[in-house]
T-cell receptor, first 114, second 116 residues
Framework: DTAVSQTPKYLVTQMGNDKSIKCEQNLGHDTMYWYKQDSKKFLKIMFSYNNKELIINETVPNRFSPKSPDKAHLNLHINSLELGDSAVYFC?????????????FGSGTQLSVL | AQTVTQSQPEMSVQEAETVTLSCTYDTSESNYYLFWYKQPPSRQMILVIRQEAYKQQNATENRFSVNFQKAAKSFSLKISDSQLGDTAMYFCAFRINTGTASKLTFGTGTRLQVTL
């Protein structure tokens, strides 16, 4: 069973379109994240939700809107896609305040904006 | 703000040899965690090893060990008996332990190639 699953794995779209990436975790964790990995492989956090509440919101354009319908799901919606949005987006989860808290990552969604 | 620096963009090692990847970080915090993550060509981010800053003993996981020098703010990863499957990008990461969520700050990565 996949612990953190993201769909789709690949997403190719035109500039100006709106797209969503879905993420689900079956680990029973209460905290989920979105990270962005750019073309130089640099990873940076975008958002974090704890029990459906937004707790980390880095400097991300308003075109990016995360939504957490429940603590097992965290989706990322992107409006008016731009060329610079091309990247790999990783979902992750962890159990907040756990003694041995670790981040579990999904396999990533490669977004290509043409 | 915390920063993580990996000064070796690429490294190469022969199978069965030992290699050390460097990582330095900058923080004014005293309580934090350090991590090494591996990203093979499959793109999956895999936790290799984890170190709590309050522990003086260096963490080890099978062939992977760290050299944690808190005063020098250094956290290097040693891979012994390198295997072809160790070929990957390796990321050093840092997290403060103030009760906030796991906001990892990553280094820029080191691409490791294991050769025959």
């Amino acid at each position: 069973d996949t612990a953190v699953s993201q769909t789709p794995k690949y997403l190719v779209t035109q500039m100006g379109n709106d797209k969503s990436i879905k993420c689900e975790q079956n680990l029973g964790h209460d905290t989920m994240y979105w990270y962005k990995q750019d073309s130089k492989k640099f990873l940076k956090i975008m958002f974090s939700y704890n029990n459906k509440e937004l707790i980390i919101n880095e400097t991300v354009p308003n075109r990016f809107s995360p939504k957490s319908p429940d603590k097992a799901h965290l989706n990322l919606h992107i409006n008016s896609l731009e060329l610079g949005d091309s990247a790999v987006y990783f979902c992750a989860s962890s159990q907040f305040y756990a003694t041995n808290e670790k981040l579990f990552f999904g396999s990533g969604t490669q977004l290509s904006v043409l | 703000a915390q920063t993580v620096t990996q000064s070796q963009p690429e490294m190469s090692v022969q199978e069965a040899e030992t290699v050390t990847l460097s990582c330095t970080y900058d923080t004014s915090e005293s309580n934090y965690y350090l991590f090494w993550y591996k990203q093979p060509p499959s793109r999956q981010m895999i936790l290799v090893i984890r170190q709590e800053a309050y522990k003086q003993q260096n963490a080890t996981e099978n062939r992977f060990s760290v050299n944690f020098q808190k005063a020098a703010k250094s956290f290097s990863l040693k891979i012994s008996d390198s295997q072809l499957g160790d070929t990957a990008m390796y990321f050093c990461a840092f997290r403060i332990n103030t009760g906030t969520a796991s906001k990892l700050t990553f280094g820029t990565g080191t691409r490791l190639q294991v050769t025959l």
